[in-house]
């Protein structure tokens, strides 16, 4: 059962990615925008295509690694399909950045959670004829409750929708992801899903509003604000290799599940860092009252991704 080792310890990396990031758009001193940290994130992560020149390296073939050998000209539904997954990908950024600018990490991660779970079953099964489990109603209300809890006591509604625009997005280019995996191979919609997260973003820069935005943001930053931007995505590389490793070894279904992991975490890390003033803040100071009230909807979403994905 190491596999389920891994999928446990990407999901804590997961959630100190998620704390960094909630940190790095409301500290003031580091004046990280929204928009332009979502930028960032989709520059670094199209950066990533470097991955291919490691398998040129002899004694790391025997890895399998991504091969430029098997990378092809696109097909037009390869390119649609890749910019599709850059496009609602730095949009969900830009409004999950913005709801944790706004409100407590782990209020709005696990409603980003459960809103993507949600409409990424609905979707599949729209577009990719994805089968519905046999307890998915039973997994969508209580998706659905833990939700509802989070936006009736601890949301604006303002913030509240937002975090859904994010979770219906962030479910927007998951379907694209799996839609390029199926009428392509693994290496050849990777490749081309990061070059389109290079080329999009970079084509921001031609957006005048958007350059000045950019550039004033970025100019503004600071050489810490920068570390910790290298930290969060190295971060969440490693967990994204760990999730792969995890489902390549073990049940896609319990290693999906374990997800809902994520919310715990950022609830106990939550706890941990706000009860010591002297340490980062990444949230709002917890009371007795609305620590039991996040336990308990933080145990009901993640209850129902266990039972959504079994």
């Known amino acids: 059962m190491n596999w389920i080792v891994l999928a446990v310890i990407a999901q804590f990396l997961n959630a100190l990615v998620v704390l960094i990031d909630k940190h790095i758009v409301t500290d003031e001193k580091a004046i990280m925008r929204p928009f332009v940290y979502a930028y960032y994130t989709c520059v670094i992560s199209g950066v990533w295509i470097v991955v291919y020149l490691l398998s040129l390296i002899p004694f790391l073939s025997e890895f399998h690694l991504p091969s430029l050998s098997n990378v092809l000209k696109p097909t037009l539904e390869v390119v649609a399909l890749s910019f599709l997954a850059a496009y609602t990908f730095f949009t969900g950024l830009v409004s999950m950045f913005t709801a944790l600018k706004e409100s407590d990490a782990s209020n709005v991660i696990p409603v980003v959670g459960a809103t993507s779970a949600i409409a990424s079953f609905g979707l599949g099964y729209l577009f990719l004829n994805t089968e519905l489990s046999h307890n998915f109603t039973l997994g969508i209300i209580l998706l659905s ?99 792969l490793k995890a489902t390549d070894l073990g049940d896609v279904a319990v290693v ?26 990444v949230g709002e100071v917890l009371h007795h009252d609305t620590i039991l009230q996040k336990a308990v909807f933080v145990a009901v979403i993640a209850l129902g991704f266990l039972v959504l994905f079994r």
């Not at 050849?188 to 997260?197: D, I, L, P």
């Not at 809902?260 to 890390?269: R, S, Y």
């Open 145 to 243: 409750i833990g939700t509802f809890l989070v936006s009736r006591f601890h949301f604006s509604y303002k913030v509240a929708l937002i975090a859904v625009h994010a979770g219906i997005f962030f479910a927007l280019h998951y379907v694209a992801i799996k839609g390029l995996f199926i009428v392509t191979t693994f290496d050849n919609a990777f490749f081309w899903s990061r070059a389109a997260f290079m080329f999009y973003v970079l084509s921001l820069l031609l957006v005048p509003s958007f350059l000045e935005k950019i550039k004033k943001h970025s100019g503004t930053a600071t050489r810490k604000t920068g570390y910790l931007i290298l930290a969060s995505k190295a971060l969440a590389a490693v967990s994204t290799m760990l999730v």
């Open 256 to 281: 999906q599940a374990l997800g809902g992991l994520q919310f715990v975490f950022i609830l106990l890390l939550g706890i941990f860092f706000t009860s010591r003033p002297q340490k980062v803040p």
